[in-house]
């Protein structure tokens, strides 16, 4: 299907002719898509919601389209607050739930309003032209995020062949890939995103388009990129993001330090990024919290002791060493991807604890065991060595063994250690 020009019928597959029920959404989005009908409003669900359920997965979110402006829909729910500034959305809360309710956008070059769309060399500053269903669809950035389920009629509404595509697993996108990525180039990221999410293919005009355009993603601010980051690394699918960013070269562009040692072939810390990503992936499908600056550690580990090592040959103690070299890359880091306070310091803490990790003597380990730090430096100090970094077995069983032992078997612990010969170079720590 031609999915490059807006002036088509759309595909209408009746109820009888698809999967979805209304029992497989989230009894508050039911209520609202309901509220909004019975007000005479179109109410449709999309994006997501649709995709996800045609492929049998559970959605992560509802979304939901409507012809109500938000004005209107905040008339009709009390628990509504209107959100956002460059997209005006309604969301309604029940309590943990957040059901968000977008108007039918348009074409902003369509608007009588020209202040309405502000486009800097080609990407779209702001898109707040109310629109029709048809223009809604064609807005949207890729075919399948693009289907609609009608609560009218339980229709589905296809304008775009996302049904098709959906059906092939190829992430297509809505129009001239080009002309998308430049207006939001976020998109690419996107791109990668479902990719790997769903296991689609990238149509091959959106992988050149990505290979074409990527560096756009560097005029996106910070703080934006940051938000799109957590999407792609916290969502369970990791590994693979991380391999479809690497072969789309937007790891580049993403972790630009990174980036440049893998492609010196580093092939530890490849293995170590990996298995960072493996462990976070599994923590995701069990359910447990996962720490965002723990991610970030891991990503610039091997860049970390790469910059450490050049202070370290113009003799800087090791601490020392690691404190500049952290605020390096750091600090290289966050011209790509704003890193928020609350994580830098963090990060910094998971470092500068693998020195301390090795500095077991006098009061040192039970000093650092009461930390509250202690547990991620603990925790990277497993994956380094699950990672298959040499020399640190001994390390890892100790401080396995140290947290559990109780006093006597600390001390004793201890004792055996000062016995141990001291390594060749003695670094400078600064007492706890
Ligand atoms: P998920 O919620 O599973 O991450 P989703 O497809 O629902 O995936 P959202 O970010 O929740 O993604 O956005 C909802 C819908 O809004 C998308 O399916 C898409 O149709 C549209 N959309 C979101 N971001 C963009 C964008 N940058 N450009 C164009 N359309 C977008
Ligand atoms: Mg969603």
Known sequence: MDNTAS????????????????????????????????????????????????????????????????????????????????????????GREIIEVATFRGHHSQSEDRDDALVHDGMLLRDNVYGTLEEDAWRRDFTVNALY????????????????????????????????????????????????????????????AIAEHRQRLQAVPPARLFDELLKLFLKGHALRTYELLYQHDLLAVMFPTADRLLKTGDALFDRFVRQALINTDQRIHDDKPVNPAFLFAAMLWGPLLKTKSVYRSQNMSSIQAMQVASGDILN?????????????????????????????QGRRASWFLQQPRFRAAYDFLLLRHQAGEAGLDELCAWWTQFQVADEPQRKHMLNTLRQAPRRPKPDAIAEP
């Open 149 to 208: 389920y009608n609560i009218a009629d339980f229709s589905l509404v296809d304008y775009t062949g996302g049904l098709e595509d959906l059906q092939q697993r190829r992430l297509k996108m809505i129009g001239d890939p080009t002309v998308r990525f430049q207006e939001d180039p976020v998109r690419m990221l996107r791109a990668i995103r479902f990719a790997a999410k769903l296991g689609f293919a990238l149509d091959e005009t959106v992988i050149l």
């Open 332 to 360: 290289e880091q966050s011209q790509v991807i704003a890193l928020p306070k609350r994580f830098r310091l963090p990060i910094r803490e998971i470092w500068a604890g693998q020195t301390r990790l090795e500095k077991r």
């Open 7 to 94: 002036a088509s019928s759309p595909r209408i597959i009746p109820r009888a002719d698809h999967t979805i029920s209304r029992a497989h959404i989230s009894e508050s989005a039911r209520k609202v898509l309901y509220r909004l009908h019975d007000a005479g409003y179109a109410a449709y669900l999309v994006g997501g919601g649709v995709r996800d359920l045609l492929l049998g997965l559970r959605p992560k979110d509802f979304d939901l389209a409507t012809n109500a402006t938000p004005e209107q829909i905040s008339q009709l729910f009390r628990n509504c607050r209107l959100i956002g500034r460059r997209f005006r959305l309604a969301h309604i809360h029940f």
